[in-house]
């Protein structure tokens, strides 16, 4: 089976980096992507890692190392408007597109 | 605009009722999956789609039926053999790399 732990809340202050870590288990690995969840709003993706390395997209990075099974988003600059869930997804190969997704991560900015 | 609709934003049920979501896309993708999310949860797959008139269960598909008529549409019925539906019920479909998903419908049972 397949199975995807992340920290459940992290809490930071604006203008400071925050890195939640997701670590996975499945067979047949194709693709770990991101997605952030505002209260009572839809999740809206944010990155997509299918190689090893880095991915940026301005104030967000995202990170994969397949080998220790293991990726991060890395949100930087805080802002008010970063406070939502952050989830990890887990994509298998052959699996016509099925996402696993991880329990989220509460993000929590203070002034 | 492209995107995905859903509707109705939110849905009362009666003990023993059937009930179909609606989740209409005009982004010309194949793939749609329907997923479900209870407070303070993750997603879960319900049934998702690939091509028109073919749809596979996922992890969580007994109470659920769905059908795919056309490439647009991919409604779901919650029967009432699902005891527990309350839930906030996302449609989405498979863009180049990520998922798009609709604004969700939130089903209560009374």
């Known amino acids: 089976g397949q199975s995807l732990e992340q920290p459940s809340e992290v809490t930071a202050v604006e203008g400071a980096i925050v890195q939640i870590n997701c670590t996975y288990q499945?067979?047949?690995?194709?693709?770990l992507s991101w997605y952030q969840q505002h209260d009572g709003g839809a999740p809206t993706f944010l990155s997509y890692?299918?190689?090893?390395g880095l991915e940026e997209t301005g104030r967000f990075s995202s990170f994969l190392s397949r080998s220790d099974s293991y990726g991060y988003l890395l949100l930087q600059e805080l802002q008010m408007k970063d406070s939502a869930s952050y989830f990890c997804?887990?994509?298998?190969?052959?699996?016509?597109?099925?996402?696993?997704f991880g329990a989220g991560t509460q993000v929590v900015v203070t002034p | 605009d492209g995107g995905i609709t859903q509707s109705p934003k939110y849905l009362f049920r009666k003990e023993g009722q059937n009930v179909t979501l609606s989740c209409e896309q005009n982004l010309n993708h194949d793939a749609m999956y329907w997923y479900r999310q209870d407070p303070g949860q993750g997603l879960r797959l319900i049934y998702y789609s690939q091509i028109v008139n073919d749809f596979q269960k996922g992890d969580i598909a007994e109470g659920y039926s769905v059908s795919r008529e056309k490439k647009e549409s991919f409604p779901l019925t919650v029967t009432s053999a699902q005891k527990n539906p309350t839930a906030f019920y996302l449609c989405a479909s498979m863009g180049n790399y990520g998922y798009t998903f609709g604004s969700g419908t939130r089903l209560t049972v009374v």
């Open positions: 499945t067979s047949g690995f194709y693709g």
């Open positions: 997804a887990v994509r298998q190969t052959d699996s016509w597109g099925k996402l696993q």
């Open positions: 890692n299918g190689l090893d």
